[in-house]
């Protein structure tokens, strides 16, 4: 069936540094893609999205790449804060349906 | 700016009770949806709507009921609260259903534990 996968449960930067969080999914059709981040005892919160008609996009601090050749897809934050700890997870739609598919969130500690 | 607003934030339930977790969005969005989060697994879909009148089941549907009266609310009713169902509920709503920018909103989340 279909499945998303994060490469890390748990991922640990030092502040400033970059942090790259990892997606793999199991369904070449699906044509749209989230990220989000939960901090504890909250909802997620929308962090950037990207369409399969597209390899890359940049928002503020954080960047999407999408490798639909391998199915993979990432998080690039830039210069990472205290304030960037939280769980990451990625979503994909499911093509021809309402619904969408989460993977299980990459934890990211911010080490001062 | 309230977006998804979701009640209660805690709730302790006994096996057997009923209950219902109020959802309700100000954003005029089609699509609303109830995702329940456990540990290690993910969001998994409980039920979905796409407009008012029409529901739908997602992944985990059983144990649960919803309705869609008016594009605001959604609510989500646990019709005999078992053990099982201690989770986080979330409850997201987006402009339309389906693909495209499609960017699903969250609330804070319902806390629910059955003893």
């Known amino acids: 069936g279909e499945s998303v996968g994060l490469h890390l449960p748990t991922l640990s930067v030092q502040e400033g540094d970059n942090s790259i969080i990892n997606c793999a999914y199991s369904n070449s059709a699906s044509d749209y893609f989230i990220w989000y981040k939960q901090e504890s005892g909250k909802g997620p919160q929308f962090i950037i999205d990207i369409r399969s008609n597209m390899d890359k996009r940049q928002g503020q601090r954080v960047t999407v790449l999408l490798n639909k050749t391998v199915k993979h897809l990432s998080l690039q934050i830039a210069a990472t804060q205290p304030g960037d700890s939280a769980v990451y997870f990625c979503?994909?739609?499911?093509?021809?349906?309402?619904?969408?598919?989460f993977g299980t969130g990459t934890r990211l500690k911010v080490l001062a | 700016n309230a977006g998804v607003t979701q009640t209660p934030k805690f709730q302790v339930l006994k096996t057997g009770q009923s209950m219902t977790l109020q959802c309700a969005q100000d954003?005029?969005?089609?699509?609303m949806s109830w995702y329940r989060q456990d540990p290690g697994m993910g969001l998994r879909l409980i039920h979905y709507s796409v407009g008012a009148g029409i529901t739908d089941q997602g992944e985990v549907p059983n144990g649960y009921n919803v309705s869609r009266s008016t594009t605001e609310d959604f609510p989500l009713r646990l019709l005999s609260a078992a053990p099982s169902q201690t989770s986080v509920y979330f409850c997201?709503?987006?402009?339309?259903?389906?693909?495209?920018?499609?960017?699903?909103?969250f609330g804070e989340g319902s806390w629910l534990t059955v003893v």
């Open positions: 997201a709503s987006s402009y339309t259903a389906g693909r495209g920018e499609n960017t699903i909103y």
């Open positions: 954003m005029n969005h089609e699509y």
């Open positions: 979503a994909l739609s499911r093509p021809g349906t309402y619904k969408y598919i």
